[in-house]
Antibody, heavy 121, light 108 residues
Framework: EVQLVESGGVVVQPGGSLRLSCAAS????????MHWVRQAPGKGLEWVSL????????YYADSVKGRFTISRDNSKNSLYLQMNSLRAEDTALYYC??????????????WGQGTLVTVSS | EIVLTQSPGTLSLSPGERATLSCRAS???????LAWYQQKPGQAPRLLIY???SRATGIPDRFSGSGSGTDFTLTISRLEPEDFAVYYC?????????FGQGTKLEIK
């Protein structure tokens, strides 16, 4: 059974930093790209970042580019999101999501339950 | 970036009725790389449809997807009580991936 378990969400002050983690199990982690998607309270889904199966390629939404860094450790079946220079508008539930296909472009077939990041003074 | 616009914002129907949800893209979606997700309160999104018209594993056949280019539709043929939720479309044909703003399907 595929499982994605996010952690690391807390209350942080504007300008602060945070590192989210996603522990994956139930599939061959290093076969698939992984994504972070966020959802502000009461709002819709926003794609945040993508990392290729080997970590060699990364992509970001314009809203987080230069502030967030996605990474992965295939030896630990783990995905990460380093978040710096946090702003109030980064407040959201952060989901990690698994790409369904090995191909470069893919939809998401599994999602974690999310970890809540609140940016507030 | 491809902008996806879903309509209506809220759809009020009764169990047993047919639901038709629309997703329009600001430019053509490559290879019909469009997916639909269902999200219930307090839950993560669940994949329903990929490739515009292929049902994901375990999804009942009352859910169907259609469309190509810039216009896509999710149809629920006969609404069951558990179908009332928020539905999102997503395009994954062009970077960056993008989602529509969602359609809330509520009980009338």
């Amino acid at each position: 059974e595929v499982q994605l378990v996010e952690s690391g969400g807390v209350v942080v002050q504007p300008g602060g930093s945070l590192r989210l983690s996603c522990a994956a199990s139930g599939f061959t982690f290093d076969d698939y790209a992984m994504h972070w998607v966020r959802q502000a309270p009461g709002k819709g889904l926003e794609w945040v970042s993508l990392i290729s199966w080997d970590g060699g390629s990364t992509y970001y939404a314009d809203s987080v580019k230069g502030r967030f860094t996605i990474s992965r450790d295939n030896s630990k079946n783990s995905l990460y999101l380093q978040m710096n220079s946090l702003r109030a508008e980064d407040t959201a539930l952060y989901y990690c999501a698994k790409a369904a296909l090995i191909a470069a472009r893919s939809y998401f077939d599994y999602w974690g339950q999310g970890t809540l990041v609140t940016v507030s003074s | 970036e491809i902008v996806l616009t879903q309509s209506p914002g809220t759809l009020s129907l009764s169990p047993g009725e047919r639901a038709t949800l629309s997703c329009r893209a600001s430019q053509s979606v490559s290879s019909s790389y469009l997916a639909w997700y269902q999200q219930k309160p307090g839950q993560a999104p669940r994949l329903l449809i990929y490739g515009a018209s292929s049902r994901a594993t375990g999804i009942p056949d009352r859910f169907s997807g259609s469309g190509s280019g810039t216009d896509f539709t999710l149809t629920i043929s006969r609404l069951e009580p558990e179908d009332f939720a928020v539905y999102y479309c997503q395009q994954y044909g062009s970077s960056p991936d993008s989602f529509g703003q969602g359609t809330k399907l509520e009980i009338k």
